[in-house]
């Protein structure tokens, strides 16, 4: 179904990230340069690499096929993001960029152990490394169906083709090559999905009025996609922002304060038009195509049957682009925890740039054939993620909104509320797989988050600290 001209640009793109990659590693001189692009990112360079990342493929691929089961509800998932990014750079973007600056920081647990201590950094790496582990194989499943579509492969070897691609452009490109393609891959996703996107479903059939009639009135109900999970969603994807170590990662990259600011609150303009243009073509395609099998292919299969030769192409190289910019700086986040986090913080720490160089590519590789295994076995691309918010936000936000507040806390409320939460998410999530009890239908958020605010404040308040600001241990 595609032409030879959509094909060639789908394999001059591909054909180009190592090179870009490959360029990029050639500028990068300090670990500072690899993993933050030297602090010299710009407004809309900024606004890129969130949009990149939060809207990127996954959330447009699994949004259309939510869309595509449940309707209207479907663009939930990206109105939880936009409302995230919005209160981050409303009130938390300057302030870490001035940590930053003031307190030299390279990653998130940095900051953890300056508020808490070096046991709290470590639960924090492991949570942060579990949850991009997660958060970059929800990419990756989308990038699998994608290409398992386009090629009429099967769904493992596409997964196994685009995981190397990711891997080996994340190792040698760092977040320099991250930045270069950013501006491109949002450019095409939002010209694809909106601008192009919205016309052709219209052109296609997909008027408002028209679905009205043709589609089950369910694909209308605000709620549709169901109550408990569009709840948790509204809690873990907002708070997510607050936790996320590429939350930080972006604003220590930028060139100021102001810059971290700007940019955040310029991606909130452009996720609105995202989640409209998301939900259009999923609901079109209920219309045009009802027996799907496989609703995480829906996307690639709606391009495929009404965009023109070319236009199909380049929405194709979009979807594409933005998926593998989301995955990579999912790796290279992962890849700074263990190598910063871990190797350089507690094993060696007279470590070389050099050495650092090749512990990050060979924990790259590590962390991508980890996030492939995930991906080949949980195919749902929005639970892998929805999974990913869940651990990094009970888990993590009560300290980190804490430390936002107060420049010392109790490192034991920090420490047991961070380890206590992770377990309780990952035991609630594994009872609920196994169907041991119908209490755990419960969505693993809650309990985790309950866990974390009790363990929080009940230590806080034995440990004498109460709300004074002193530290306590």
């Known amino acids: 179904m595609l032409s030879a001209i959509d094909i060639g640009i789908i394999f001059v793109y591909l054909g180009l990230l190592i090179p870009i990659g490959i360029y990029a590693g050639r500028k990068q001189n300090t670990v500072e340069d690899f993993f933050l692009a030297g602090g010299k990112v710009g407004t809309f360079s900024i606004a890129c690499l969130w949009l990149a990342t939060y809207v990127g493929g996954a959330s447009i691929v699994g949004g259309a096929a939510k869309s595509y089961e449940f309707g209207i509800s479907g663009a939930w998932y990206i109105v939880c ?26 990653t998130y647990p940095d900051l953890i152990e300056e508020v808490y201590d070096s046991r709290t ?15 970059a194989a929800g990419q990756l499943a989308a990038a699998g169906a994608i290409l398992s579509t386009l090629l009429g492969w099967d769904y493992s070897s596409s997964l196994l083709l685009a995981s190397g691609i990711v891997v080996i452009y994340t190792a040698t490109g760092g977040f320099l090559a991250i930045t270069y393609t950013d501006w491109l891959q949002f ?72 810059v971290a600011r700007r940019g955040t609150l310029l991606a909130v303009v452009f996720f609105f038009p995202l989640a409209v243009g998301t939900a259009w073509i999923g609901m079109t395609a209920a219309m045009l195509f009802p027996d799907v099998e496989n609703s995480s292919n829906i996307l690639s299969y709606f391009v495929l049957s009404t965009f023109p030769s070319g236009l199909k192409g380049l929405m194709l190289v979009g979807i594409l ?12 986040t992962a890849s700074a925890n263990g190598s910063r986090d871990i190797y350089q913080r507690f094993i060696n720490p007279s470590v070389s740039s050099k050495t650092m160089f090749r512990m990050s590519i060979g924990l790259a590789l590590a962390i991508g054939i980890a996030a492939t295994l995930i991906a080949w076995q949980m ?64 969505d693993p958020l809650w309990p985790g988050l309950i866990v974390s605010i009790v363990v929080f404040i009940g230590i806080s308040v034995l440990r004498g600290i109460g709300l004074r600001p002193e530290h306590a241990d």
């Not at 950094?121 to 958060?135: P, S």
């Not at 682009?321 to 290279?332: E, G, K, V």
């Open 81 to 106: 993001t936009m409302v995230g990014c919005l209160l981050f750079g409303l009130f938390f973007a300057a302030r870490v960029k001035r940590w930053g600056i003031e307190r030299n920081l390279l």
């Open 121 to 135: 950094r470590i639960v924090a790496t492991i949570t942060t490394i579990i949850a991009y582990i997660g958060y």
């Open 187 to 258: 450019a095409l996703l939002f010209i694809g999905v909106v601008l192009v996107g919205i016309p052709i479903a219209i052109a296609n059939g997909g008027t408002w009025e028209l679905m009205s009639v043709q589609l089950p009135q369910g694909h209308f109900n605000p709620i549709g996609w169901g109550l408990p999970t569009m709840l948790a969603m509204s809690v873990s994807m907002p708070l997510s922002f607050f936790v996320a170590m590429d939350s930080y990662t972006r604003m220590f990259s930028a060139k100021n304060e102001q």
């Open 321 to 332: 682009a933005a998926l593998m910019s989301s995955t990579d700086i999912c790796i290279l």
């Open 379 to 442: 195919q749902d691309i929005v639970n892998i993620l929805l999974l990913a918010f869940t651990i990094s936000t009970a888990a993590l936000f009560v300290p980190t909104i804490v430390m936002a507040f107060r420049s010392k806390s109790s490192t034991s409320a920090g420490f047991w509320s961070i380890t206590l939460s992770l377990s309780t998410v990952i035991t609630w999530y594994i009872a609920s797989t196994l169907e041991l009890n119908s209490v755990f239908d419960i």
